[in-house]
């Protein structure tokens, strides 16, 4: 079946440098979606892609769509404490199934 | 307070018991999501609604699980003969249409003993 894979699992950064996370499915795309998840609270919408190679930029934070519309990307320049949490992907496929990938938890080292 | 919010919070409950969580959407947003979250884990998908019709439901989704949104508004997802597997993070989220974000609600947290 389809699945989203996200890497890495973990990642722990000092402040001020950068984070990148990856999101990879086994079938194409229609859109994929970002939340990010603070501890103990709920995920939260970050952004949407939908076009192939599509890049959209909020402040520090850059999102990519692959030209195949399978892989994704976000990416948090010179990164600040209150950027703590898991970012996850979620695909959305062209039947209209949305799959979550596992989630990357950020952990900045002060 | 607009947003997404289910009821209870929290519910501890035996093994065997059946428990029913609900969920309040945005105003008039048509779809209606159900997922169940455990620790270390993204959402799964276990079920959406378009209104009140069901439109999809995930094959993590056993015969014990049932949902409805019968006047597509609220929604409800019932658990009939919790299993300790059951333990999870349930959260509703709602959207206004198929390609829009999806807003979530805080969650009710199971834990089945």
């Known amino acids: 079946g389809q699945q989203v894979m996200q890497i890495p699992q973990y990642q722990h950064v000092q402040e001020g440098e950068d984070f990148t996370t990856y999101c990879n499915s086994s079938?194409?795309?229609?859109?994929i979606q970002w939340y990010k998840q603070r501890p103990g609270g709920h995920p939260v919408f970050l952004i949407q892609l939908v076009k192939s190679g599509e890049v959209k930029k909020q402040k520090r934070l850059t999102f990519q769509f692959g030209e195949a519309k399978k892989n994704s990307s976000l990416h948090i320049t010179a990164t600040q404490t209150t950027d703590v949490g898991t970012y996850f992907c979620a695909g959305r496929s062209r039947d209209d199934k949305i799959i979550f990938g596992k989630g990357t938890r950020l952990h900045i080292l002060p | 307070d607009t947003g997404v919010s289910q009821d209870p919070r929290h519910k501890i409950t035996k093994r065997g018991q059946n428990v029913t969580f609900r969920c309040d959407p945005i105003?008039?947003?048509?779809?209606l999501y159900w997922y169940r979250q455990t620790l270390g884990q993204g959402p799964e998908f276990l079920t959406y609604f378009q209104n009140e019709a069901q439109l999809e439901k995930s094959r993590l989704l056993s015969d014990r699980f049932s949902a409805e949104r019968p006047k597509g508004s609220f929604s409800t997802l019932e658990i009939q003969r919790t299993e300790q597997g059951d333990s999870a993070m349930y959260l509703c989220a709602s959207s206004p249409s198929r390609d829009n974000e999806q807003f979530f609600g805080p969650g009710t947290r199971l834990t089945v003993l």
């Open positions: 079938t194409t795309l229609s859109n």
């Open positions: 105003s008039e947003h048509n779809r």
